[in-house]
């Protein structure tokens, strides 16, 4: 089942994003050609100046795994996360099918306090 990436990012200001800009196309061509991958899509917020969102489509998370964890995709991710001076934010998501329940991860800390 197809799986979609959420990807988000916050830009400070226009030099920071001068200087991202080449790494992001360069991250985005190279994730185009990687078995899995779908499509993508680029949002900017529009209450919230310099928070994009990126929502990348894969056939798969081991797909998508494959191409976070390759060397080739984790160096350009150091370049980005050292001019954003924070890490990427990522969540995973599968399509919900009608009739299913949803499911909920809890953390073990946090169920025994129940």
């Known amino acids: 089942m197809a799986v979609s990436i959420i990807i988000r990012r916050t830009i400070k200001d226009k030099t920071m994003a001068e200087k991202l800009a080449p790494l992001i196309v360069q991250l985005r061509s190279r994730a185009t050609v990687q078995p899995g991958f779908l499509t993508d899509q680029t949002f900017s917020c529009l209450d919230y100046d310099g928070e994009y969102m990126i929502?990348?489509?894969?056939?798969?998370?081991?797909?998508?795994?494959?191409?976070?964890?390759?060397?080739?995709?984790?160096?350009?991710?150091?370049?980005?996360?050292?001019?954003?001076?924070?890490?990427?934010?990522?969540?995973?998501?599968?399509?919900?099918?009608?009739?299913?329940?949803?499911?909920?991860?809890?953390?073990?800390?946090?169920?025994?306090?129940?």
């Open 55 to 114: 929502i990348s489509s894969w056939n798969t998370l081991e797909d998508w795994n494959k191409w976070m964890n390759s060397e080739e995709r984790m160096a350009i991710q150091r370049k980005i996360d050292g001019l954003l001076e924070e890490k990427t934010f990522y969540r995973y998501y599968e399509p919900v099918v009608g009739g299913i329940t949803p499911r909920f991860f809890y953390n073990s800390e946090e169920s025994k306090k129940d």
